[in-house]
């Protein structure tokens, strides 16, 4: 770890929400990472919530799982609450890199933020809630920047895979790449996969509250993005995609958010070609189909009114189909659930120029990791985490709000992943 702890802060990283269901598997994987850190220069980490008794368990359970008895006795225990703004201070000046795992964000990101960069702590979450991500660059970018702090937000797998993914796939393309299309699909095992209630809960209060994330957008005020080259026609909103062999619909999610804004920090700082891009998730057959359009019916409907999201997110089983649950994955379906994001870019190439004709030259890339919403997801933000540390100054300006792709892009985090949990590669 090249970043040596200052004097007045302890800690390199802090696991804010450590006893949350994604928070145990950051504790495992920031354990793993700083047995992993050379002798002299280990990692130094703490963790903080509301309990030390449950605090306690999860190091308890860590210690055990990794075979790291000294997990019970050294690592630090740090008490903190979002309502209690006094002890997110005290947790922010002790750490370096606050990983916050508390969310809906929507709900409890702000504090913790407002407390990072009043407090000189760098922040990283794994949001996916776009309407969260961009007010708080909104609201928050000029006094993180003044204050020198960084505050990066969708660190999981919403949103590295697409964001580095589109990165990596710029850097490969021998030309002006100008547009992707990438395809997401989740294999599983035998029992299937599943999601845990906070990831369901983000998605109905964010489909609900769709309206104020074209308030913020309206406020931030961007001009539209150059098109350069073709214009990339939208798909409809469920099709067969002959690139997966499967049907597809638009991939709801917080990637295509966080690539513009990604794509407009590289066209307005660093006068890169912005790409375009649309992002798809592949559903299977036409049973699902059917499945996707009757619950989604339902889903719309329920999620306008408050007793519609009141049942939506007290019976997340019932309404998700047994996809999203109060307990979460189970160990079996974790292990056996993989994901591969094929991204389909178009441009052209070397010599030619964009603005005359048709696209002349394809590629496609491919990012594969482990189960995405608590494997690679974890693995992302805890690289993240590293690669700040390790590499503060190749990131842009001397802080503010970012995406993962505008804070990391002259950083080593996409071969950081490669040899963790999440792979890049050209497909022919």
Not at 130 to 149: C, I, N, W
Not at 244 to 268: C, G
Not at 371 to 383: D, K, W
């Amino acid at each position: 770890m090249a970043a040596a702890v200052t004097s007045s802060r302890p800690y390199h990283i802090i696991i804010f929400g450590a006893t949350g269901f994604t928070g145990q598997f950051v504790v495992e994987e920031v354990a793993r990472c700083a047995a992993e850190s050379p002798g002299g220069s280990s990692l130094k980490w703490a963790v903080a919530g509301r309990s030390r008794q449950r605090l306690g368990e999860v190091l308890k359970q860590a210690a055990g799982k990794l075979s790291m008895p000294e997990l019970r006795t050294d690592i630090e225990i740090i008490i903190a609450d979002v309502s209690i703004e006094e002890s997110l201070a005290i947790m922010c000046q002790q750490g370096l890199v606050i990983l916050n795992c508390v969310g809906p964000y929507r709900f409890y990101g702000e504090p913790v933020i407002k407390a990072c960069i009043e407090n000189g702590a760098h922040y990283i979450d794994i949001c996916g809630e776009p309407q969260f991500l961009e007010s708080m660059q909104l609201e928050y970018h000029t006094k993180a920047l003044d204050r020198g702090v960084y505050v990066i937000g969708s660190c999981g797998f919403d949103s590295i895979p697409a964001d580095l993914g589109i990165l990596y796939t710029q850097r490969q393309f021998k030309g002006t790449l100008t547009a992707v299309e990438s395809f997401l699909n989740i294999s599983s095992g035998p029992e299937g996969s599943s999601g845990h209630d906070a990831t369901w809960q983000s998605a109905v209060y964010g489909f609900a509250d769709s309206g104020s994330l074209r308030q913020v957008r309206k406020k931030l005020g961007h001009k539209p993005l150059p098109v350069v080259g073709a214009k990339v026609k939208k798909r409809g909103f469920v099709f067969f995609s002959k690139e997966i062999e499967q049907y597809a619909i638009p991939f709801m999610s917080s990637d295509p958010s966080v690539v513009k804004r990604t794509q407009r920090f590289l066209y307005e700082d660093e006068h890169q070609s912005p790409v375009q891009y649309s992002a798809y998730v592949g559903i299977g057959g036409v049973f699902s189909v059917v499945k996707l359009f009757c619950g989604g019916l339902f889903f719309w409907f329920l999620v306008k009114f408050s007793l519609g999201r009141k049942l939506l997110t007290t019976f997340p089983s019932l309404f998700s189909f047994g996809f999203f649950t109060k307990s979460g994955p189970t160990m079996k379906q974790i292990e056996d659930t993989c994901f591969s994001l094929t991204l389909f870019g178009e441009g052209y190439s070397e010599g030619t120029d964009p603005m005359q004709g048709r696209p002349n030259a394809k590629i496609c890339t491919q990012v594969i990791g482990a189960e995405p919403g608590y494997v690679a997801t974890v693995s992302a933000m805890v690289q993240a985490a590293v690669t700040l540390l390790n590499e503060l100054h190749s990131l842009p300006r001397r802080g503010g709000v970012y995406t993962p792709g505008a804070a990391f892009h002259k950083t080593s985090l996409i071969e950081r992943l490669q040899s963790h949990s999440i792979k890049f590669s050209v497909r022919n």
